[in-house]
């Protein structure tokens, strides 16, 4: 069974805690912002967000709420390979954050060209983005895992900078084959598959024979993305990090 996690003092309610309402009702937050939710609530959500996402893939609410209610296999596999493997299991453990409040952006753009934490600086200013913008898991039922879902979309900036990628929709088609390739995540398989039908003929073809290929190639000779302990590594040189991964120069 799992147990109710409360991080915040239950509220009485005609004689009747938070906490005590939750479990008539047989929902038990798991962590801050969770909304416990049924296997039909699950597959009515996943169909209206993966509308929505297809309709308007800048929809990042609509992205997120499709990753969390279709990976329900995906999400225990990279989990587990985490577990196996020393870094990514010291990143279980501590849990790092990346966002503005974690970042020493001074320090990092000080750093010197060339290197993880100038060049992730350099992706967030040259396409006006922020780490902050990362949506925080609600519908992951299993506190564990929505870490795991909180950390693949704070580095997803990080794969960005790593396969040199923009934030474009032809940049994010690429980052999407890479991560469906890397994580089995349906909602990065479904982005790879039909984003391509918003681009042009002429990027479609660059696409299909250049990026894409470069892509999975790419995804499926790197070893896990989220064990990587990206924090410890803003010194290390995106061209050596790419090497030690397993990530192909860019084309």
Same mark, same amino acid.
């Given at each position: 069974?799992?147990?109710?996690?409360?991080?915040?003092?239950?509220?009485? *309610?005609?004689?009747?805690?938070?906490?005590?309402?939750?479990?008539?009702?047989?929902?038990?937050?798991?962590?801050? /912002? &969770?909304?416990?939710?049924?296997?039909? #609530? @699950?597959?009515?959500?996943?169909?209206?967000?993966?509308?929505?996402?297809?309709? =308007?893939?800048?929809?990042?609410?609509?992205?997120?709420?499709?990753?969390?209610?279709?990976?329900? +296999?995906?999400?225990?596999?990279?989990?587990? @390979?985490? @577990? &196996?493997?020393?870094?990514?299991?010291?990143?279980?453990?501590?849990?790092?954050?990346?966002? +503005?409040?974690?970042? =020493?952006?001074?320090?990092?753009?000080?750093?010197?060209?060339?290197?993880?934490?100038?060049?992730?600086? *350099?992706?967030?200013? =040259?396409?006006?983005?922020?780490?902050?913008?990362?949506?925080?898991?609600?519908?992951?039922? =299993?506190?564990?895992?929505?870490?795991?879902? #909180? *950390?693949?979309?704070?580095?997803?900036?990080?794969? &960005?900078?790593?396969?040199?990628?923009?934030?474009?929709?032809? /940049?994010?088609?690429?980052?999407?084959?890479?991560?469906? %390739?890397?994580? /089995?995540?349906?909602?990065? %398989?479904?982005?790879?598959?039909?984003?391509?039908?918003?681009?042009?003929? *002429? @990027?479609? #073809?660059?696409?299909?024979?250049?990026?894409?290929?470069?892509?999975?190639?790419?995804?499926?000779?790197?070893?896990?993305?989220?064990? %990587?302990?990206?924090? #410890?590594?803003?010194?290390?040189?995106?061209?050596?990090?790419?090497?030690?991964?397993?990530?192909?120069?860019?084309?």
């Amino acid at each position: 069974g799992r147990t109710c996690v409360s991080h915040s003092e239950p509220r009485a *309610r005609d004689g009747h805690s938070q906490e005590e309402e939750e479990e008539e009702e047989g929902c038990y937050r798991l962590y801050p /912002g &969770h909304i416990p939710t049924s296997p039909l #609530q @699950k597959a009515l959500l996943a169909a209206g967000s993966a509308v929505m996402a297809l309709y =308007d893939p800048y929809r990042h609410d609509m992205v997120a709420v499709l990753g969390e209610t279709t990976g329900c +296999l995906a999400l225990p596999n990279l989990r587990d @390979k985490m @577990k &196996h493997h020393p870094e990514g299991y010291r990143i279980l453990q501590e849990r790092p954050r990346i966002r +503005l409040s974690t970042l =020493d952006m001074t320090r990092l753009r000080g750093l010197p060209d060339g290197t993880l934490g100038r060049e992730y600086v *350099r992706f967030l200013e =040259d396409n006006k983005v922020s780490p902050d913008t990362r949506m925080p898991p609600k519908f992951v039922d =299993d506190e564990e895992l929505a870490y795991v879902i #909180q *950390r693949y979309r704070e580095v997803h900036d990080m794969m &960005h900078t790593l396969l040199g990628m923009p934030t474009n929709m032809l /940049g994010e088609v690429v980052v999407k084959w890479f991560e469906a %390739v890397q994580t /089995g995540l349906p909602m990065c %398989v479904l982005g790879a598959a039909f984003g391509p039908i918003h681009l042009s003929a *002429r @990027k479609l #073809q660059v696409l299909a024979t250049e990026l894409v290929p470069w892509a999975i190639r790419s995804g499926l000779n790197a070893s896990c993305i989220l064990n %990587v302990y990206y924090e #410890q590594r803003w010194e290390q040189s995106v061209e050596s990090l790419r090497e030690e991964i397993g990530i192909f120069p860019p084309p």
